[in-house]
């Protein structure tokens, strides 16, 4: 062991809520903690406004303030918080290893909680309207948008599920698709062609964004006459799938197809001491009170895992 290499009994990689969950119940339970936050800390719900259905924050609460304060909770716990991000990992020996630039880590056990990124469709408008009109997720953001014009992009589950969720809030919700044909389960497909609220428009791609402060209108172009046509909608929701955030373990633990860890008991992966939690294995729920749960099990089942190696 080199000289600058610390030792942790866990460490946990991401800091969203299945991360910040984990260290809570970790270091509550007695265990030398290190969570390694990234350099934005607190994941996917910095971007997002108001959180109104985490339980306990009748009114609601920032995502920002959500975040800050599973952080303090951390650190109120003991939790050391190192900001930075993971270079590599080797999770062939044992300990395991975790490097940080030129430090080295190494753990009796480790959560992984990089959670996913959602796929953005690349327009420069998209960024603009981030939170001001666009959005990539119905269930947090739905209710802004009561009696409003709205649009999904995407054929798949997630956009017909989207889509079927918003008709509660929305007048009419503008199903966009690139191809003729659903990507979605039959099921699904049925279910928003069922729905009055729901008008399909296929072969059509979005190609920009438009309004002043918030969106207004998105522009649409037919993908095989090149038409373009202008709708007034007054928010667009991206559900074109997610990125799971495991490039760091390709090579290391089991991941399936579209590259999320694959649990193979609980939360445990297929490497001894190493475990998971949040949207980095969920493709289903990816909320931010399933994964906190999540994290709260992660933390459970390694504290299981730690005791019976002693
Ligand atoms: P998905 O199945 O990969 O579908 C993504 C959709 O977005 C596809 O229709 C795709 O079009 C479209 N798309 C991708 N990139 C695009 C781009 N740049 N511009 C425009 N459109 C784009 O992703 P998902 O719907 O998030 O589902 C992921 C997994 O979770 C699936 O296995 C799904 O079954 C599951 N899931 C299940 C449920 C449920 O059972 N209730 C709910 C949600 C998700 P193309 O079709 O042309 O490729």
Redesign the pocket.
């Known amino acids: 062991m080199n000289n600058n290499q610390n030792k942790y009994d866990i460490i946990i990689i991401g800091s969203g809520p299945a991360g910040y969950t984990a260290g809570i119940y970790a270091s509550r339970a007695g265990y030398n903690t290190l969570i390694i936050s990234g350099v934005l800390q607190g994941g996917q719900l910095m971007n997002t406004t108001s959180v109104e259905n985490y339980p306990g924050f009748p009114d609601g609460i920032l995502g920002s303030d959500l975040m800050s304060n599973m952080l303090q909770q951390c650190k109120n716990m003991g939790t050391k918080i190192i900001n930075d991000e993971v270079s590599s990992v080797d999770f062939k020996q044992t300990p395991l290893i975790i490097n940080v630039g030129d430090k080295k880590y190494s753990t009796r056990s480790i959560i992984i909680c990089t959670g996913a990124t959602p796929?953005k469709?690349?327009l420069s408008s998209e960024e603009f309207f981030s939170a001001k009109g666009v959005s990539y997720c119905a269930t947090c953001d739905g209710a802004f948008f009561r009696n409003l014009e709205l649009a999904v992009?995407?054929?798949?589950?997630?956009?017909m599920?989207e889509a079927i969720f918003l008709t509660k809030f929305a007048s009419r919700v503008h199903v966009i698709?690139?191809?003729n044909k659903?990507?979605?389960?039959k099921i699904?497909q049925e279910r928003a062609m069922l729905n009055t609220k729901i008008e399909f428009h296929f072969n059509k791609?979005v190609i920009e964004i438009t309004g002043t402060n918030k969106v207004k209108h998105i522009i649409l172009q037919n993908t095989e006459t090149y038409e373009k046509q202008t709708l007034d909608v007054e928010g667009i929701f991206i559900?074109?799938?997610?990125v799971p955030n495991t490039q760091l373990f390709k090579n290391q633990i089991e991941l399936d197809e579209n590259g999320y860890i694959i649990l193979k008991n609980k939360t445990k992966t297929n490497i001894d001491g190493v475990f998971a939690a949040g949207d980095v294995h969920d493709?289903?729920y990816r909320q931010a009170i399933t994964a906190a749960g999540f994290g709260c099990m992660a933390a459970i089942d390694v504290d299981k895992y730690l005791t019976e190696l002693e």
């Open positions: 796929k469709l690349g992009v995407g054929g798949g589950d997630s956009a599920e698709h690139r191809r659903l990507r979605a389960s699904m791609n559900a074109i799938g997610h493709h289903i």
